[in-house]
T-cell receptor
C-alpha cells in the first residue's frame, strides 16, 4: 500500500540548474497538489490539479511548472533553480474528486528536501 | 498575509497532562478546519477536523473546539503521551475559492516529556 510516493528524498542543485520532483499516487485520487514547507511559514500551496489535463496555481507558483498527463503522476519542475527555492516539498492527493472533499483529507508523501546553492 | 496563524511556535507538557494547541484565522469564509500531525522526515497526517456548523468534535484523546465569533480553534490532547511529540498544523478550507485549497498555519512543535 504505497500511497503517495515522492522521489528523490534529497537533492542539491546549483543556481540555474533544472530538475523535476516526481510524485505518484496509487489511490486513483483525482486531486493532487504540491506544497512547500519553510520555517515559520507553514505549508504553502504551489500548484494543484483536479484531474488529468487540469492544473492551476496556488499561493506561491512562481518558478515552478506542473503538468498532469495521468491520474497517477504529478511532477513538479524547477526550470532555473534559485536559492529561495531551498525548501522541503510535499506532494499530496485526495480522493475528493474535482474539488477537495471535506470528507477526504489530503494524503501526503514523505517529502523531498531540496537545497539550492 | 497569513490567514491562518499559530502564534505559539512550541509547547512543552508533561506526560499525562493536557496539551492545548491554538490557531487563529482571519478569513470568515473558511468553513472547515483540520489538524495535521507531522513527525520528522515524514509527511503530515490527518488528525481531526471540524465543520463551521459545529463547535466541538471529539475523537478519542483529541478534541477540537471552534469559536467562530473569535475566529479561533484549539486542539486538546488528553492525556498527552510522549508519542504525541510532533509538529501540529492547523488548516482551513473554503475562503470563497472555486476549488478547495487548504491554507495552513505555521505549525506548533509539541514536546511531551515522560
Amino acid at each position: 500500500n504505497a500511497g503517495v510516493t515522492q522521489t528523490p528524498k534529497f537533492q542539491v542543485l546549483k543556481t540555474g540548474q533544472s530538475m523535476t520532483l516526481q510524485c505518484a499516487q496509487d489511490m486513483n485520487h483525482e486531486y493532487m497538489s504540491w506544497y512547500r514547507q519553510d520555517p515559520g511559514m507553514g505549508l504553502r500551496l504551489i500548484h494543484y490539479s483536479v484531474g488529468a489535463g487540469i492544473t492551476d496555481q496556488g499561493e506561491v507558483p512562481n518558478g515552478y511548472n506542473v503538468s498532469r498527463s495521468t491520474t497517477e503522476d504529478f511532477p513538479l519542475r524547477l526550470l532555473s533553480a534559485a536559492p529561495s527555492q531551498t525548501s522541503v516539498y510535499f506532494c499530496a492527493s485526495s480522493g475528493g474528486g474535482k474539488t477537495y472533499s471535506y470528507n477526504s483529507p489530503l494524503h501526503f508523501g514523505n517529502g523531498t528536501r531540496l537545497t539550492v546553492t | 498575509d497569513q490567514q491562518v496563524k499559530q502564534n505559539s511556535p512550541s509547547l512543552s507538557v508533561q506526560e499525562g497532562r493536557i496539551s492545548i494547541l491554538n490557531c487563529d484565522y482571519t478569513n470568515s469564509m473558511f468553513d472547515y478546519f483540520l489538524w495535521y500531525k507531522k513527525y520528522p522526515a515524514e509527511g503530515p497526517t490527518f488528525l481531526i477536523s471540524i465543520s463551521s456548523i459545529k463547535d466541538k468534535n471529539e475523537d478519542g484523546r483529541f478534541t477540537v473546539f471552534l469559536n467562530k465569533s473569535a475566529k479561533h480553534l484549539s486542539l486538546h490532547i488528553v492525556p498527552s503521551q510522549p508519542g504525541d511529540s510532533a509538529v501540529y498544523f492547523c488548516a482551513a478550507l473554503g475562503g470563497g475559492t472555486s476549488y478547495g485549497k487548504l491554507t495552513f498555519g505555521q505549525g506548533t512543535i509539541l514536546t511531551v516529556h515522560p
